[in-house]
T-cell receptor
Framework: QKEVEQDPGPLSVPEGAIVSLNCTYSNSAFQYFMWYRQYSRKGPELLMYTYSSGNKEDGRFTAQVDKSSKYISLFIRDSQPSDSATYLCAMNTLSGNTPLVFGKGTRLSVIA | NAGVTQTPKFQVLKTGQSMTLQCAQDMNHNSMYWYRQDPGMGLRLIYYSASEGTTDKGEVPNGYNVSRLNKREFSLRLESAAPSQTSVYFC?????????????FGAGTRLSVL
């Protein structure tokens, strides 16, 4: 079993839809959870991060962590064509400068 | 503030040729990373350097070498390129405080090995 599982999609939604992107993980030591967005032919850029459990909101984006289920989600409200990208989840433990563990990414297309 | 800068942006090699991918960061980060990204495979860690003077293997180190030249620079070398090394290569840096080890990525190098 991979440490982090993420459905690769592709996911295609109409403009204005609510999008839900998800990852599951197996390592209960993960404490930091991040979402990266990667546009075509660009490097990943950090979108949001959360520590431990709970929700975090930033504009149209909400990140949610459920540590009891080892499940994290990214919700996008009022999705726009400019949200079309690949979204990668990433996570890390509390200890040291260890590399992030990434999901494989979900490709999202928002159709106008 | 340039962030993470990778050179070159594109490269075509013949099988057996060698080359070095360069990466520099100006964020005073301790850690630096090299990934490759292939369709359907996600980001795969090749090598990383947790601090100046140290390097460690990642998931797919075979066929690559790295050098942490100083705190700012981390290079990736292909000694004898193979078609299986055709990929997009990303450098990242992180670890200078804040949430644990958020990584910041460069724009990538697209490498084709013929």
């Amino acid at each position: 079993q991979k440490e982090v599982e993420q459905d690769p999609g592709p996911l295609s939604v109409p403009e204005g839809a609510i999008v839900s992107l998800n990852c599951t993980y197996s390592n209960s030591a993960f404490q930091y959870f991040m979402w990266y967005r990667q546009y075509s032919r660009k490097g990943p850029e950090l979108l949001m991060y959360t520590y431990s459990s709970g929700n975090k909101e930033d504009g149209r984006f909400t990140a949610q962590v459920d540590k009891s289920s080892k499940y994290i989600s990214l919700f996008i409200r009022d999705s726009q064509p400019s949200d079309s990208a690949t979204y990668l989840c990433a996570m890390n433990t509390l200890s040291g400068n260890t590399p992030l563990v990434f999901g494989k990414g979900t490709r999202l297309s928002v159709i106008a | 503030n340039a962030g993470v800068t990778q050179t070159p942006k594109f490269q075509v090699l013949k099988t057996g040729q060698s080359m070095t991918l360069q990466c520099a960061q100006d964020m005073n980060h301790n850690s630096m990373y090299w990934y490759r990204q292939d369709p359907g495979m996600g980001l795969r860690l090749i090598y990383y350097s947790a601090s100046e003077g140290t390097t460690d293997k990642g998931e797919v180190p075979n066929g690559y070498n790295v050098s942490r030249l100083n705190k700012r620079e981390f290079s990736l070398r292909l000694e004898s390129a193979a078609p299986s090394q055709t990929s997009v290569y990303f450098c990242a840096s992180g670890g200078a405080g804040g949430p644990k080890n958020i990584q910041y990525f460069g724009a990538g190098t697209r490498l084709s090995v013929l």
